[in-house]
């Protein structure tokens, strides 16, 4: 695949985002690319809305797992591209096409001139929620054709394209998703003594989290507590019986995901209380922080060093990824590949440079060629 087929794959699925376990029109389409490649080596299981792809090893002693993501985001995209996204209201706005556009081309090579060990591709839903790693850690197939060692990229729109970074260690958070929902006592806008307004009450709630982090956390802890979203009310003369918010917890230390739990239940019995609401909290899905082993970074940097890319040392992110799941039980290492876009992830204006592709394609090809399972 050269720079151009690459460059309308991305374009293909820049158009077709959805949402985790939703990715059927994904999943058809991967599918289509990777039946017009040599099948020699390649044999192509579905699970759920996702993909695994063994390539067959010519003197295997083992196997090298490589994941991309594949799921879109519930954000509208305000660009110009002539390739905007189809669907109203979501958008490949975490580079999504870009990881498995890149894990298309590496595949595509590999399945020409496969190397000594097998190689998986694992095309994986639902990154961005509810996380698809964890189930398909449990299931039999993934089970059967389990790898030894595991890597995967994400894109880095702040860095230059023909640069990539990572660290040993952690690189990116725990995390943990929120979500409260207050039932309480509406009525008329003109008689608010008669009423427990739940938006007003949802609304305290967020600034009191935000005491969470500044107020009852060791300041030295690395921790956020973000809410994206706030929803309550019908219209502007009723005052409303329910509101919700949702949002997301992220740490460095796993044990401090439960301390901000706790002074959020805190919180939540006084605003109980002064607000003469239910208040019920839901905690959705949690990360395991993405923990890099130290001797697969050694071997990737040098692997780096010995082509025309720039290396940096990352620092630690509070992005999430379900990838620390794999990294939990599989030795390996995530890296972030240098995209520059002037617009960060999760934005509607996200514009990665194409050109990032054939270098994502040909870091993956040589880390998979020179890699060594230890
Ligand atoms: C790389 C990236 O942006 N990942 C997402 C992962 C989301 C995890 C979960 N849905 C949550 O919000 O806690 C991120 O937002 O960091």
Known sequence: MDQDQLVTIRRDLHKIPEI?????????????????????????????TGLLVKVNGKEPKGTIGYRADIDGLPITEDTDFPFQSEHEGYMHACGHDFHMTIALGALNRLSKEPVNDHVLFIFQPAEEG????????????????????????????EMPVGHVSSKPGMLFANTSELFIDFKGKGGHAAYPHLTH??????????????????????????????????????????????????????????????????????????????????????????????????SFIEQFKSIVDQS???????????????????????????????????????????????????????????????????
């Open 308 to 374: 025309t890319l720039n290396w940096h040392d990352a620092s630690e992110a509070m992005t999430g990824e379900d990838f620390g799941y794999f990294l939990k039980e599989i030795p390996g290492f995530m890296f972030w590949l240098g995209v520059d876009s002037e617009y960060g992830l999760h934005q509607s204006r996200l514009n990665p440079d194409e050109e990032a592709l054939s270098v994502g394609v040909d870091i993956v090809e040589r880390t998979i060629r020179h890699i060594e399972i230890n």
């Open 197 to 294: 307004d739940m938006v007003l009450a949802a609304s305290g709630f967020v600034t009191q989290l935000q005491h969470i982090v500044s107020r009852q956390l060791d300041p030295i802890e690395q921790a956020v507590v973000t809410i994206g979203k706030i929803n309550g009310g019908t219209v502007q003369n009723i005052i409303s019986e329910t509101a919700r918010i949702e949002g997301t917890i992220r740490t460095g230390d796993a044990n401090s995901i439960a301390t901000i739990k706790q002074a959020i239940e805190r919180f939540a019995k006084g605003f109980e209380q002064s607000h003469h609401c239910k208040i019920d909290i839901d905690y959705g899905s949690n990360y395991y922080q993405v923990f890099n082993d130290a």
């Open 20 to 48: 985790g376990f939703k990715e059927t029109k994904t999943q058809a389409y991967l599918l289509s690319k990777i039946a017009e490649m040599d099948q020699t080596h390649l044999t192509v299981y579905k699970w759920e």
């Open 130 to 157: 509810p996380g698809g790693a964890q189930p398909l850690l449990e299931s039999t197939i993934f089970k059967e054709l389990k790898p030894d060692c595991i890597f995967a990229l994400h894109v880095a729109p």
